[in-house]
DNA sequence: ACGCGACGTTCCGGCCACCGGACCGGGTCC
DNA sequence: GGACCCGGTCCGGTGGCCGGAACGTCGCGT
């Protein structure tokens, strides 16, 4: 039995609207519905999964499925629909990724070599820090964070460096909103968080203990372009006991200064 | 409408489909010309080149490029559109792509630690390799092979290990075609192709010798997924110079040995 | 066996989103 | 000035898209 239809036809209770209007009467609105939905750990989906979780008619998802079957943006398997290889290809081409990853890898390996920690390779994207790149060292963190995950810009020495070292803009933007408390020793005052962020320009790095998970803490550089202005961040993280936020910054900071070179003659 | 043939029909050789008509006059269709005239070097593209190398109207293309900007999967950079970072992000998301990257990397590392060679993951993807993921040695090659690059079955170590212990259609449908000479080393009569697989099927490795690339050489593996099918294949390249087929192949074959274990568990 | 529900798939008339030629303002070269 | 190309907008006609309805087929509980 349907919901009777509300004037206004709203099928999905979405009440947050972080991005404007997926606009579902295009066919473009409607794709990104569907290729969307899959989650970061929703596999496969069926057909009325699918027309369940974007809202639209199963007839349109079926019709439009087929066609991004046939492209290869879809997979199908037995029955169920997945993420399409192709969509990992043409992914692999998008260039500000491809370059950054490209000159970064080298020099992750080196500070893994050295710290046997994590690296992270990150950017700004919207009001959230998304990671281009990860490389492990031996000591494997338990719920490892992942390639093309997201995390607030706030509570990450990776955010905190981008902020400290980018756009007024964004630090504005990001002040605007309440910060969420993600752990208990998460910075969620404005002020305190500004101070943060001075003492990060002061230094030249920024740092975060047990912010965004309890057990670890991370320091982080920023990475200027060619321009001048911040493209990424660059970040060491460890568990709190075998931490040395001292070493990290030093060794980063000679990493960093590398990077800027190679940086400089790219165009990002 | 799909060319269903037969029933029981073996051989899905599709006899039309030499470029599955990126039908244009479909919403998506005029989508995937535009998303994929960025070929692997063309960062960014005016909006008068999209529409000279798409065919479309130029009032279409800036309608439909609007959109795509709106949704993050191209971007605009003083007036030229470029991939944008939302592809990137979509793309990682791909199951088959991401498990077995994330359940390789930790080996492939340690296969370059032990050859301070070039190591690549690669899986089939219609009549090619699609390499999913690389990992150097210490000894760069000088015109680098590319994550999600593709290069024909026949001619690399991969292919070869994927067509000698893939599906017996693939096969079939590789050789149906002329077989393209990449180097005057590579294998083009399919006698000898036949040849070679079956030698790598009774030593459990195929090795190729300057077939793709001069002054290099490849030795490759098949990896089982969960049912003992083929899903990708591990490969090490290096310069003839300093080759040790032998020991690669060693080295590879324990390797796969742990992989396959690692893959048995997963659904691929 | 039977009904039942959920599934994937197909059909088709209506309508609106999409189309693209024409046009505009601005920049650059000769 | 004029010829050219650029990015961008307008608007009337129309055909691609839409989605309710119906179909065949499973697997389940009765």
Redesign the pocket.
Known sequence: MEAIAKPGCLFTADPREPHPTPD???????VRLILEVFGLDDETL???????RTG???????????ELVHWGLLE?RN??YRLGMRLFEIGQRVPRQRILRDLARPLMIDLVQSTNETVHLAVVDGLEVLYLEKVSGGNQISRPSRVAGRMPLHCTATGKALLAFGRRALLDEVMAAPLARVTPRTTVAPGLLAQELQRARELGYAAEFEQARIGYMSVAIPLAGATGATVAALSVTAPTSRANADRYAGLLSLVGRRMTKLLSAQEI
Chains 1, 2 share one sequence.
């Open positions: 579902s009467n295009s066919v473009l609105g409607k069926s057909l009325s999964e699918l027309a369940r639209l008619a199963k007839a349109s998802v079926h019709r439009l499925s087929q199908r029955g169920e």
